[in-house]
């Protein structure tokens, strides 16, 4: 339970954080580009089950294996909105790793 809080408040958090501190002027536009990178997650879709609460997702999921993560490193270096989009998914790998730890 508590667990599943600071999941969602971290997959909400950093991503809020981030967007008001470093682009305080579009900084509802960033936020929303984070966030949208959740759809990442859609991943789980072909996984079978689709959901299973204590499995790890990092390098189980198509889109969450270290080939992905590699990638979306790289999108750090493109040009606005790419770069936010990168951004947006490490945090996302670094909040289901974190998952991974705490099982
Ligand atoms: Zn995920």
Same mark, same amino acid.
């Given at each position: 339970m508590i667990q599943t809080i600071l999941h969602y408040s971290l997959h909400f958090g950093i991503p809020f954080f981030l967007a008001y501190i470093f682009y305080k002027n579009s900084w509802q536009k960033v936020f929303l580009i984070l966030i949208s990178t959740m759809l990442v997650d859609l991943d789980h879709l072909f996984a079978d089950p689709i959901f299973q609460a204590d499995r790890c997702s990092i390098n189980f999921h198509p889109l969450h294996t270290y080939y992905a993560i590699f990638f979306y490193a790289v999108l750090? &270096? &493109?040009?606005k909105p790419y770069n936010i989009i990168g951004m947006g998914l490490l945090i996302h790998m670094l909040v289901d790793f974190i998952d991974c730890q705490l099982m």
């Open positions: 750090l &270096f &493109f040009k």
